[in-house]
């Protein structure tokens, strides 16, 4: 379970549908990113807007349509966006650690019986 601004969200790495929604849109960030990085002249309202719209699109890929609005309500902040996003990702780092430990162990057990 995870926790952002004061929502609980489910959360689990291990699950194939969700890693196959995180994969997803983890790429689609990546080419929103490479996209504003090719506009120019960009304004910063208008950045700090194409910035927050790609981590909205990314939570409503994750978590569901409707996760953005749920977390951020009509806010457009790009502070508050990428804490929650750096949380994501956190909770996914953190969960894959824990699944290396677990598969360490038992690769350990497997050797140590041959």
Known sequence: MLEINGVKLEFDMLDADTAERYEQALAAMEKAVEALGAKENMGLAENIRSQCQAIF????????????????GDKVNLGICMDAYDQV???ANNQRIQYES???KY????????
């Open 102 to 104: 677990r598969l360490e």
């Open 107 to 114: 690769y350990t057990a497997a050797r140590a019986a041959r």
């Open 57 to 72: 699109d990314f939570f409503n890929v994750v978590f569901g349509e409707g996760t953005d609005k749920a977390l951020f």
């Open 89 to 91: 990702i956190d909770a």
